[in-house]
């Protein structure tokens, strides 16, 4: 049976010192006094640590082994640009380089993936960049249930017609496994599949690609 990853990565303004807590510093009650979290209010990681006391459920699966902590993970020199602090995050790149592929995409470079499934990764979010390779086969959404319920209402649809070919808005025409074998992610803004990743044609497409799949006839999203 194969074996499925299944990564969460949580966005936003996480207070890592309340989660992770360094109940027996000094320093921590010191420059804390009104915000730092009671050491009985702390679930007991070791002698030095807890997780706050929301956190309780997780500690199953620490004493199964289960979970690992990691701190203060960063990189030399770093970038105080938001945006580029999340490239170099996404791509496990040095700060003074630029990387194309993401970062769960070079971990599985020379990995056997599973013969016969039609893709590799699914990323639920706008940021395909982690999964992003030539090795990976990624199918990116904002929505997963809406992706699943069009999904249904093509599978079911008597209106659906194969079409052997797509068009670019650079105008060169392209074969569905070319695209299909990179990135892609819906834009809600303008209704057009975008490549999140530079497609294998002569003539580089630079907007986007529309789906084998559309219900419509083919033409290039930027006209």
């Not at 109940?23 to 009671?38: F, H, N, Q, S, T």
């Not at 590799?120 to 960049?129: E, G, H, P, Q, Y």
């Not at 249930?145 to 599978?155: C, G």
């Not at 074969?175 to 990135?183: D, I, K, L, V």
């Amino acid at each position: 049976m194969s074996r499925i990853l299944l990564l969460v990565e949580l966005k936003g303004g996480n207070d890592g010192l309340n989660t992770l807590i360094p109940y027996a510093d000094p320093k921590y009650r010191e420059l804390r006094p009104a915000i730092g979290v009671a050491r009985e209010r702390t679930v007991q990681l070791d002698e030095h640590v807890g997780l706050h006391e929301k956190l309780e459920p997780l500690m199953e699966s620490w004493k199964a082994k289960d979970l690992a902590i990691l701190q203060g993970v960063g990189y030399p020199y770093p970038n105080r640009s938001h945006f580029r602090s999340i490239e170099i995050w996404d791509t496990a790149s040095a700060s003074n380089q630029t990387l194309s592929e993401g970062w769960i995409a070079q971990a599985f470079q020379g990995t056997s993936l599973p013969k016969g499934a039609g893709v590799d990764s699914i990323v639920v979010d706008t940021n395909a960049l982690p999964s992003t390779g030539p090795g990976l086969r990624t199918i990116v959404m904002q929505d997963a249930e809406n992706f699943l319920r069009q999904a249904e209402t093509m599978k079911d649809s008597s209106q659906l017609m194969p079409m052997p070919r797509t068009c670019c808005s650079a105008g060169s025409s392209i074969s569905p496994p070319a695209w299909s074998r990179r990135a892609c992610r819906w834009s809600p803004s303008r209704p057009r599949w975008a490549a999140s990743t530079p497609m294998p044609t002569r003539s580089r497409c630079t907007s986007g690609c529309w789906p084998s799949w559309r219900r419509v006839s083919p033409r290039c999203a930027g006209t």
